[in-house]
């Protein structure tokens, strides 16, 4: 294991070698600057280490399968007319990863909780405490 004895800066590039394993990495994907901004913040609090970012599907299905992360974090708003099939190729392309959509309106949560291929569903309505424990939820299924 790789020690350091201060974090890594957020947007590190490089193979997971390079990273300390007490943190999951984490592929991030969000067309909001301000919300990226936030996501990161609650990921360092919960021990997650951003590794690569995307604001559009194209840049997320193009980096995701190769970035190393652990987990990826996506906003339902950034996927394709077929949600559910968008998520199933994202999900063959990155086999291992945990998948996480981020909702900001009921009528997506209902449409993201009844379609299949994500691992776990936050409320970006949600308080910042919420969000970082259904993220801290999802971290502790990487290390299982």
Known sequence: MVEYETPLPVDAPGPPSSYDYDMSRVYLADQSAEDR?????????????????????????????????????????????????????????????????????????????????ADSFISKGETPDRVASGLRSAAARISA
């Open 37 to 117: 901004a936030a996501l990161k913040s609650l990921l360092r609090d919960v021990n997650l280490f951003v590794v690569g970012e995307a604001t559009d599907w194209a840049t997320l299905s193009a980096e995701a399968p190769g970035s190393h992360a652990d987990m990826l974090v996506l906003d339902w708003d950034l996927l394709p007319d077929r949600p559910a099939r968008s998520l199933a190729d994202l999900r063959a392309a990155c086999p291992a990863k945990i998948v996480i959509v981020l909702t900001s309106r009921n009528q997506s949560r209902r449409q993201a909780e009844r379609s299949s291929g």
